[in-house]
């Protein structure tokens, strides 16, 4: 059974920092997962992923400030963030699939975690 459960999520002021983790499952090493943002109302964005292959990807709008990153010993997946902004509010979700490479579209992913909440204040 294929579950993820996403923590780290807060409330911080811009300029902070926090590490979300996603635990994941036996099969960590075969899948390829990524982190996505949702807002209110709003679609599923991608912020960042990590294929098998060793790729990554992520937005435009995080790059330089966050990093995704793999314990495979521990099986969880990391997405550190700094220099937070009040647009990277949103829930935060983890996601896996069994390809090789990342993708930036949610459909693409049949697994989910249930979120964690982020709140910046400006």
């Known amino acids: 059974q294929v579950q993820l459960t996403e923590s780290g999520g807060d409330s911080v002021p811009a300029g902070e920092s926090l590490r979300l983790s996603c635990a994941s499952f036996?099969?960590?090493?075969?899948?390829?997962m990524a982190w996505f943002r949702q807002g209110p109302g709003k679609e599923r964005d991608v912020v960042a992923a990590s294929g098998r292959d060793g790729t990554t990807i992520y937005a435009d709008s995080v790059k330089g400030r966050f990093t995704i990153s793999r314990d495979a010993h521990k099986k969880i997946l990391y997405l550190q963030m700094d220099s937070l902004r009040p647009e990277d509010t949103g829930t935060y979700l983890c996601a896996a699939r069994w390809n090789m490479d990342p993708s930036r579209v949610p459909e693409d992913y049949p697994y989910w975690g249930l979120g964690t909440q982020v709140t910046v204040s400006s």
């Open positions: 036996e099969w960590f090493d075969s899948v390829s």
